[in-house]
C-alpha cells in the first residue's frame, strides 16, 4: 500500500507488490531489449530521490545518449545521482563526464583508474607496462538502482550493441535484464554503497584529464536533447508512450517472492587490486565464483549454463565432470569462433571440448548473427564486429535462476570484479531454461560432437562440419596460438 510521502515510483513499486513487512518483492527476467531500455527510462522519468547507477560500459551513441538525458532530467528535478563507471572505458570520455559531473546533484565517481590519465589510453598501457597491474583487474558489475526501490541488474551494457540498435554489420548482443522490485532492490543498493565507498572510486573530479575540462554542461545538454531526433532512437522511445511500470506490474509475469528466494551478490571492491585466486580467500572474502560454484553443486537433474565467454580451467572443467558422472544433464551454449568478439577468449574455451564432451557435458555453439557469416570489421585478438551473445545465466534443477556479469572463465573468477542474483522459482528457472532452449535450437547454434576420433560440429542433425564452421583463416590461426599460450589466466 503506498503512503504519501512516496516518490511515484515508490507507490507504483508498492501499489504493484504487497510489502508484507519487508517480506515480498517482485521479479522479472526481460529478454527483451526493448523492455530494457524502456524499464530504465521509465524508473529514471518516475524517480523522486536517487538513482545509482554503475556500470562497467556507458557508451556514447544513440542509446548512451537516450539514457543519459533521462538521468540529466531527474537530477534537474531533484533527483540525487550516482553514476560509477569502470576507468577504462571511461577513457577519452572526460568531456561528457565532467559535465554530468558539474551538475549539483549529479557526482561521477570513476573505479580503479590510472594515475596516468592526463595521458588517456597511452598513459593507461604504460601505466600497465610500468607495474600497474592491478589496471588489468576491471569492474564488470552492471546496476541500475532507481528510489532504492527498482534495481535492473544483468549482464548488459547501456549501448546501441545492447539495445538491437545499429546497422547490419555492426555488434548486436543478446542479452538478459533481471528487474527487481521492492525490499530486495536494496540488496543492489547495498553493492552499489560497497563499491561507492571504497578507495577505489575516485571523484572524476580528482583526474587530471577530467578536471581540466569543466564548464560543458550547457553544451552536453545540446548534444543529449538532439539525441531524441534520431531515426535510431524512434524504436526506443515508443515504448515510453506507454505505461511500461503499470505494464510490468499488472500483466508481464512480475513475480511475487519472498525476500529470501531473491540474492544478489557481489564480489568484494578490493578484488579490483589484489585478486582473488584461492577458493578459500574467495569464500572468505564474499567471492561470488565461490557462490556460482557451490550452486552449481547442488544440481541432481541438470544444469543449464549460458556464458559467451566459457573458460571453465581445470576447477570448472572437474566440477562439471562431477555433475555428469553423478547423472546431471549438463549444457553449456557459448559462441562460436565465427561468432565471439574475443577470439583470444575461444582459444582458450577450445582446449576444453574434448574433455567436456567425453564427460557428457553437451556443448552448443552461437552461430553469426549474419547470413553470409562473415562478421564484419577488422578481427583481432582483443575483439571482432558482429557478436551476438552476451548472456550471462545459468538454471538448476528447474528451481533456481541466475542472471548476472559473471562469465565462466578465469577473468571473472579471479581479476574482474563481479555480480549477479540468484533466484529461487521456478518460473524464472523456467525462463532462463527457455532462454537456453532457444539458444541451442538448430537454426541458432551448431551442436559440437564427437565423432570418429575428432571434433564436428553439427549442424541441424542434416550434416557434421570438420572444422570451425564459417570462421575465416585468420581466426582460426589466432584461436590455435591462444590455446597454445600460457596465458589463460587473462582470459
Not at 232 to 247: C, I, K, M, N, T
Not at 451 to 457: A, C, L, N, T
Request: with cysteine.
Amino acid at each position: 500500500m503506498s503512503t504519501p510521502n512516496q516518490t511515484l515510483l515508490q507507490r507504483s513499486i508498492a501499489d504493484a507488490v504487497p510489502h508484507a513487512a519487508g517480506r515480498v518483492s517482485g521479479v522479472a527476467l526481460m529478454r527483451d531489449a526493448g523492455d530494457a531500455f524502456a524499464v530504465r527510462a521509465a524508473s529514471a522519468r518516475a524517480a523522486g530521490r536517487s538513482l545509482d547507477l554503475q556500470y562497467y560500459m556507458w557508451r556514447g551513441d544513440v542509446t548512451g545518449q537516450l539514457l543519459a538525458q533521462e538521468v540529466l532530467e531527474a537530477a534537474d528535478r531533484g533527483v540525487t545521482v550516482r553514476l560509477l563507471l569502470d576507468d577504462v572505458y571511461a577513457l577519452g570520455r572526460e568531456r561528457t563526464l565532467a559535465a554530468l559531473d558539474a551538475h549539483p546533484l549529479i557526482e561521477v565517481r570513476l573505479f580503479n583508474g590510472t594515475r596516468w590519465r592526463r595521458f588517456g589510453r597511452l598513459g593507461f598501457l604504460l601505466e600497465l607496462a610500468f607495474g600497474g597491474r592491478h589496471l588489468n583487474r576491471r569492474m564488470h558489475n552492471k546496476s541500475w538502482i532507481a528510489d532504492d526501490c527498482l534495481a535492473v541488474v544483468g549482464g548488459r551494457n547501456l549501448g546501441d550493441a545492447y539495445f538491437g540498435l545499429g546497422a547490419r554489420g555492426a555488434v548486436q548482443f543478446r542479452d538478459l535484464d533481471l528487474l527487481i522490485a521492492g525490499p530486495a532492490a536494496q540488496q543492489a543498493t547495498h553493492v552499489f554503497n560497497r563499491y561507492w565507498a571504497s578507495p577505489l572510486a575516485r571523484p572524476a573530479r580528482l583526474a587530471a584529464a577530467t578536471a581540466e575540462r569543466q564548464g560543458g554542461l550547457p553544451a552536453l545538454r545540446m548534444v543529449l536533447a538532439c539525441a531524441e531526433d534520431r531515426p535510431a532512437a524512434d524504436a526506443l522511445l515508443a515504448r515510453l508512450g506507454e505505461p511500461v511500470l503499470d505494464e510490468l506490474a499488472q500483466g508481464s509475469g512480475l513475480r511475487l517472492l519472498p525476500h529470501h528466494a531473491i540474492q544478489v551478490v557481489a564480489d568484494p571492491p578490493a578484488k579490483a587490486k589484489r585478486g582473488l585466486r584461492a577458493r578459500k580467500r574467495a569464500r572468505a572474502a564474499g567471492g561470488i565464483a565461490a557462490e556460482i560454484a557451490d550452486a552449481l553443486r547442488q544440481a541432481r537433474q541438470e544444469a543449464l549454463l549460458i556464458s559467451p565467454y566459457f573458460v571453465p580451467g581445470q576447477a570448472g572443467l572437474k566440477l562439471l565432470c562431477d555433475l555428469c558422472a553423478r547423472g546431471v544433464r549438463v549444457s553449456v551454449v557459448t559462441n562460436s569462433l565465427a561468432a565471439t568478439d574475443v577470439v583470444a577468449v575461444h582459444g582458450g574455451y577450445a582446449k576444453y571440448r574434448q574433455a567436456l564432451l567425453a564427460a557428457g557435458v553437451t556443448l552448443f555453439e552461437l552461430k553469426p548473427r549474419w547470413p553470409d557469416g562473415e562478421t564484419k570489421g577488422k578481427t583481432s585478438l582483443l575483439g571482432s564486429r558482429g557478436a551476438a551473445l552476451h548472456t550471462k545465466a545459468f538454471a538448476v534443477d528447474g528451481a533456481l535462476g541466475f542472471v548476472g556479469s559473471f562469465n565462466l572463465d578465469p577473468r571473472s573468477a579471479a581479476l574482474n570484479t563481479e555480480m549477479g542474483t540468484f533466484v529461487c522459482d521456478a518460473v524464472i528457472a523456467g525462463e532462463v531454461a527457455a532462454e537456453h532452449a532457444r539458444l541451442a535450437d538448430p537454426a541458432v547454434s551448431w551442436q559440437v560432437v564427437w565423432e570418429d576420433g575428432r571434433i564436428g560440429w553439427r549442424d541441424g542433425g542434416v550434416a557434421t562440419l570438420r572444422q570451425e564452421p564459417m570462421a575465416g583463416a585468420w581466426r582460426r590461426v589466432l584461436a590455435g596460438l591462444v590455446r597454445r599460450l600460457p596465458v589463460e589466466e587473462q582470459l
